[in-house]
């Protein structure tokens, strides 16, 4: 149990209920305290309410996916933790040093791993030299989805471009006029990128 009166708070965004929910009863009988999101879309409006100590974060889902909503919290809440629990990759040639604080792969860990990792996290100093901020945010965009949409990181709206370049995009947030730096990371029909999911930081 948590010896602080304030428990830390902890969100989980994952698409797999069960998996979301085995995490939430694990975590909650550590003494953490423990929202649920099934996607990057409600883990936003999550962080509208609230904000976490530490996300752990699925790569894969439907809608908004890890990568999307990583680079958003990476840019707009660049001190919360995080954690990418994934099945995407399975040797340790993940792009941590933007996406995410540490890495596990989906089935390949242990209870008492994860739990030693938001330890060492939460206890970590304020600065993290390995995280960067990067000055945009990426967009992983799949074959099957129609249209590009990016997400504001200053006021967390996601809206539709319609015309995009490879390389870093510059628009205008729909809402709040912000300007929105964003990159195409992953694959769309105009074009194909190479498997490089860094989001160059700086
Ligand atoms: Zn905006």
Known sequence: MSASPFPY?????????????????????????VRGAEDGFEGLAALKQSLPDIIISDLQMPNMNGFEFLSVVRRRFPTIR?????????????PQSVLADAFFPKG?????????????????LPTR???????HAAVWVKNDRGTIAVTCSECLRTFPVTSVTKGVNETECDFCSSTVR????????????????VSPAG
């Open 82 to 94: 995080v954690i990418v629990i994934s099945g995407e990759f399975s040797g340790l040639s993940v």
């Open 9 to 33: 708070r902890i969100l989980i965004v994952e698409d797999e209920p069960s998996l979301r929910e085995l995490g939430t009863m694990l975590l909650v009988a550590q003494g953490y305290e």
């Open 182 to 197: 964003f990159e195409i990371i992953g694959e769309h029909k105009a074009f194909k990128v190479p498997e490089n999911l």
């Open 129 to 135: 030299p390995k995280i960067g901020k990067p000055s």
């Open 108 to 124: 390949g860990y242990n209870a008492k791993e994860l739990f030693q990792k938001i330890i060492d996290l939460l206890h970590e």
